[in-house]
């Protein structure tokens, strides 16, 4: 089974005021209610304020249709693969080449969580994990692109970017699939999509989540 869902960028603050502004739209018809929620958002700074609507706004329903997937031939796997290789730091610049390539309408972007992470005890083998993985896709190298993270909390998560519009492919070739949760990211390339997006392919401080990333793989 897979979940479609926009995985959270906000922090806590963030995440309070969210709730407070979805509560405003369940009780716009209730006065009092709109009064105590206008009232406990005025305790955020303005920041706050306006990223939160910006999150909203990307996640709310906004009139305009999803990007629908309609085939075709997708990327060129190996040419992205080798720019990603050979930037020297992954950084805006670098994300905006992916942005440049990536189409909704032949294409789709995933993220990988390990479930059985609480039962890691080893770094060394934690990192295995990745590399068993990435042995075992090996026979779809040219349909995909993928980064995982191994982190100091022995935590395993990653990022894959698919010509066509799910992971099936990779399901078939490799059966260690089944021992993570995959979710889709976007398919609407919005700000918050594309913050997800680079949190996982050019990770700031060498940390993901607050975490700091022991080791990357790439495929």
């Not at 982190?151 to 059966?175: H, I, K, R, T, Y």
Request: aromatic content about 10%; proline content about 5%; overall charge negative.
């Amino acid at each position: 089974t897979t979940i479609t869902h926009q995985p959270s960028t906000l922090s806590p603050q963030h995440k309070k005021l969210v709730c407070l502004l979805l509560h405003k739209v369940c009780y716009y018809n209730s006065a009092n209610k709109n009064n105590i929620i206008l009232k406990m958002a005025e305790e955020f700074s303005q920041e706050v304020k306006t990223e939160a609507r910006q999150f909203m706004s990307d996640v709310l329903p906004s009139g305009e249709p999803e990007p629908t997937y309609v085939g075709g031939d997708g990327v060129d796997m190996a040419a992205w693969k080798s720019t990603y290789a050979a930037a020297s730091s992954k950084d805006a610049a670098l994300m905006e080449k992916f942005w440049q390539i990536y189409d909704p309408s032949s294409t789709s972007i995933w993220t990988m969580a390990y479930d059985e992470a609480d039962s890691n005890e080893e770094l060394a083998e934690t990192i295995e994990i990745a590399t068993e993985f990435m042995k075992k896709t090996e026979s779809i190298k040219d349909h995909c692109f993928g980064v995982i993270h191994t982190l100091e909390s022995l935590e395993v998560e990653g990022l894959w970017f698919f010509n066509g519009p799910d992971p099936e492919e990779l399901f078939g070739a490799n059966d260690d699939t089944s021992w993570f949760t995959w979710a889709q990211v976007g398919p609407k390339p919005n700000e918050h999509v594309k913050k997800a997006v680079a949190k996982m392919l050019a990770p700031e401080d060498g940390k993901l989540n607050g975490k700091l990333i022991k080791d990357t793989q790439t495929f």
